[in-house]
């Protein structure tokens, strides 16, 4: 039996980490997977020795409240793993959790895959010196991040982004409103207030505002706010009762991609919804609050003009995006009817969103799969 430590910090991670396990597992089925693993990787075969949820903390100030369990956790992991050293270990994100880990681990003379690059083309590059003591190979989900580590000599494989295999190049938008039942004449925007308690605490009264405003303008139009844990829904209803219990807002257990793909047209939060709906060619507003500190530290450290991946993977602004304090449920709701009257600029975005969406469909848990499989021979 061969033994791979895996460690995924949030969902996207455990998504990727179940494709890739069972592109494994057909390949080599003696393969046991242990560590940190949420619900899919599970399902795929993982044993998960601490539950996943203890990662998924975002932002400076956040992690600070939690830093001396996820510090203790950490250590115990890593005793877990050199008291019974696996063949290799694979770090799925999560990297301020996983660089550290894998550091320790490649110092015992363990191979350590990095799986997906941290944004080191958007925030503190200095972070790739770091990566090259950690990691044996680093995964990259993005075309652009190769170059970048070919040039401080350290090995990578561009493997494309799951995503992009998964979703069709064109969504079928009468099937996802037939789904949610929902009327095919109305102007139907999707709200991602983000999947942490803490983005939705940020997010929800400002989204429930925005909705608000756009209503008066377009009475016939309905809102879908998909949430994933009834934690986060509790605080979206909260909202929803303080500001404008009448409003036509629907909130659904999980169904993002559903929402997504009926919606024309999508505000979202800063993160991997960015990029599902950009792959649904969906006219987006890229938005993101976070604490003040949080921001000031993050603010101060930042490359690029663009933080939405669609706009980073375009390298240039095809979507607008209110950041912080430019985040007024105001200026949203009108960026929002902006997009929708502008019906010369959907087509423009479609197509920037077509173009990514080929470069990212490399069948990518295929080509990972076969990466690990080289360190394993």
């Known amino acids: 039996m061969v033994r791979i430590g895996i460690v995924a910090g949030e969902a996207s991670g455990d998504l990727l980490g179940s494709h890739l396990i069972q592109a494994l597992k057909q390949k080599r089925p003696d393969i046991e997977f242990v560590g940190i693993a949420g619900p899919k990787m599970i399902s795929a075969g993982a044993k998960s020795l601490f539950p996943m949820e203890r990662l998924s903390v975002r932002g400076y100030v956040e992690v600070l409240k939690h830093l001396y369990g996820l510090l203790k956790l950490r250590k115990q992991l890593l005793n877990h793993y050199l008291n019974d050293p696996p063949s290799l270990f694979i770090g799925i994100d999560a990297p301020d959790f996983n660089f550290w880990l894998e550091k320790k681990l490649k110092q015992k ?160 939060a800063s993160g991997t919804a960015t990029l599902e709906a950009a792959l649904l060619k969906k006219p987006m507003v890229i938005t993101y609050r976070m604490s003040k500190l949080s921001w000031q530290i993050l603010k101060r450290m930042r490359l690029q003009p663009y933080v939405g991946l669609p706009n980073i993977l375009a390298e240039k602004f095809v979507v607008p995006e209110l950041l912080q304090d430019d985040c007024t449920p105001e200026k949203l709701a009108e960026v929002t009817l902006k997009l929708v009257n502008d019906t010369s600029h959907l087509e423009e975005i479609k197509s920037e969103f077509t173009k990514i969406h080929h470069r990212l469909r490399q069948n990518t848990a295929e080509q990972a799969a076969m990466a690990v499989l080289e360190h394993l021979q």
């Open 109 to 268: 003379g363990i191979k350590t895959i990095h799986y997906v690059s941290p944004s080191i083309w958007a925030w503190r590059p200095g972070r790739i010196h770091d990566i090259k003591k950690s990691v044996t190979q680093v995964l990259a989900l993005f075309p652009f991040e190769s170059a970048i580590y070919q040039a401080a000599n350290i090995p990578v494989a561009y493997v494309g982004h799951p995503l992009a295999d998964m979703l069709p190049i064109e969504p079928d938008i009468a099937a996802a409103r037939n789904i949610l039942k929902l009327d095919t004449s109305a102007l139907i925007i999707a709200m991602l207030p983000g999947s942490r308690q803490s983005e939705v605490k940020q997010h929800a009264s400002l989204f429930v505002q925005t909705a608000k405003r756009i209503y008066e303008s377009h009475p016939h139009a309905q809102f879908l706010v998909p949430l994933i844990t009834r934690e986060t829904r509790k605080i979206f209803e909260w909202a929803i009762f303080e500001e404008a219990q009448s409003l036509p807002i629907q909130i659904l257990f999980g169904h993002a991609h559903d929402a997504m793909e009926a919606a024309d047209i999508v505000i979202v």
